[in-house]
């Protein structure tokens, strides 16, 4: 299984700056995906990305608004840019697991953010 | 495209008993993975159980089982024994096989439990 660490776990940010958020594997992995989860709501997708190409984005998400960075196959950061209080949510990273004929995709523990 | 809905946003479930999580679901995939996923509130995400489709046998994981209807689409989950660590939203969600791609979740079902 997979190991994620992700961070920060939480934060507090004024509206118009940014904020990035890093998630490190324990493992070597083809894909790393991010997602948001609004407050009280499901996981939405954001973005699949792949080292060494640029990151795919689901409908309703841009590359303006969350960049991605895919430096390596253990790493990979979102930003999420220029923030409003709309941006309020957690958002995780996850991998798929690789090799064995299981494909569940394990989570990082979250990153709460809460712009003001 | 693959969409997931969970029709109960709420469940409450006393000590002991049993409780049945609805999920239905739409592929255009022929062969996939089915997962329960549970979140408490410290939010980490953790896999409950998981079912390939082509295999007919429902997945069974302690207190944790699933009937798996796939003509129908279908996948619910049945908690035995309910206990209070089991207190957490549930979310439903269905994955073509490769690891290559994206896990779509459903809204998720709150499940409180009762002592």
């Known amino acids: 299984s997979a190991v994620i660490s992700q961070k920060p776990s939480r934060d507090i940010c004024q509206r118009g700056t940014s904020l990035t958020i890093q998630c490190q594997v324990d493992s070597q992995v083809t894909m790393m995906f991010w997602y948001r989860q609004q407050p009280g709501q499901s996981l939405t997708l954001i973005a699949t990305?792949?080292?060494?190409?640029?990151?795919?984005?689901e409908s309703g998400f841009v590359i303006d608004k969350f960049p991605i960075s895919r430096p390596n196959l253990t790493f990979s950061t979102l930003t999420v840019s220029n923030m409003s209080p709309e941006d309020s949510s957690i958002y995780l990273c996850?991998?798929?697991?690789?090799?064995?004929?299981?494909?569940?995709?394990?989570f990082g523990q979250g990153t709460r953010l809460t712009v003001v | 495209a693959q969409t997931v809905t969970q029709s109960q946003p709420e469940m409450s479930v006393q000590e002991a008993e049993t409780v049945t999580l609805s999920c239905t679901y739409d592929?255009?995939?022929?062969?996939?993975?089915l997962f329960w996923y549970k979140q408490p509130p410290s939010r980490q995400m953790i896999l409950v159980i998981r079912q390939e489709a082509y295999k007919q046998q429902n997945a069974t994981e302690n207190r944790f089982s699933v009937n798996f209807q796939k003509a129908a689409k279908s996948f619910s989950l049945k908690i035995s024994d309910s206990q209070l660590g089991d207190a957490a939203m549930y979310f439903c969600?269905?994955?073509?096989?490769?690891?290559?791609?994206?896990?779509?979740f459903g809204p998720g079902t709150s499940l409180s439990v009762i002592p």
């Open positions: 990305a792949n080292q060494g190409s640029e990151a795919t984005y």
């Open positions: 592929t255009s995939e022929s062969d996939y993975y």
């Open positions: 969600a269905s994955s073509p096989k490769t690891s290559y791609d994206k896990v779509i």
């Open positions: 996850s991998v798929r697991e690789q090799g064995a004929n299981r494909r569940e995709a394990f």
